[in-house]
């Protein structure tokens, strides 16, 4: 991906990441004014969160398509962003610790996932042990292309083939990503999902802001 390349996905980034914000007021005020609703009311709501982070994954390929390399140190984050990628974005595992955290949350304080069923419990326990093992082939990939990056000589067929193999790996992870959050959805009602897609906008979106914040302090 050229300069105008790593631009114009900036740019992208940056109004995905700003649309993502309007999507959270929308689930934070989704559960007061619809607490008397029924559930399948939530439905509208998650699909448009899922669809808004389907949009990011398809663009982000398109993007990768001639230059993987970029993703895997994007200049369009701050180096607080990048110390937390887990190949070109957020590690799959994290699902299931925000999941326990809001799990453990006390009724009181609005927590709908605090009331799991012993068959929720399960199926993302289930789920977890899956993915595990799907985050691990990802990281054999990766070692793999790391091993093949230091014993080849860098002419241009040779950087060709890196520069595939890397773009693998990317989707490879970007897909069980998506696997993650597709099963965890899955497992959970519409209105626990609102607030598990809450949970992780939030995250997403802080992350983002302190490390401008982090980055300005620096410089």
């Known amino acids: ?50 669809a808004h982070h389907k949009e990011y994954y398809r663009i982000k390929w398109a993007s990768a398509q001639n230059d993987a390399l970029p993703f895997f140190a994007p200049e369009w984050l701050s180096p607080l962003e990048n110390a937390y990628l887990w190949v070109t974005g957020w590690k799959p595992s994290l699902a299931f610790r925000l999941v326990e955290s809001l799990k453990e949350a006390r009724s009181e304080s609005g927590s709908s996932l605090a009331g799991l069923s012993e068959d929720q419990v399960r199926g993302i326990e289930a789920l977890r042990v899956r993915i595990k093992a799907e985050e691990e082939r990802v990281e054999r990939e990766m070692e793999r292309q790391q091993v093949a990056m230091a014993d080849r000589k860098m002419v241009e067929v040779a950087l060709k083939g890196l520069v595939a193999g890397m773009e693998k790996v990317m989707k490879m992870a970007d897909c069980v990503r998506l696997k993650t959050m597709k099963g965890v959805l899955d497992v959970l009602s519409p209105m626990q999902c609102v607030q598990f897609l809450a949970a992780t906008s939030m995250m997403q979106i802080q992350m983002r802001k302190w490390g401008k914040v982090t980055n300005k302090c620096c410089n």
Do not use: C
């Open 1 to 50: 991906m050229d300069s105008q390349g790593e631009e114009n996905f900036s740019e992208f980034y940056e109004r995905w990441i700003s649309q993502l914000e309007g999507h959270l007021r929308l689930l934070l005020v989704a559960p007061p004014q619809q607490q008397h609703s029924g559930e399948a009311d939530f439905r509208p709501i998650v699909n448009k969160l899922t």
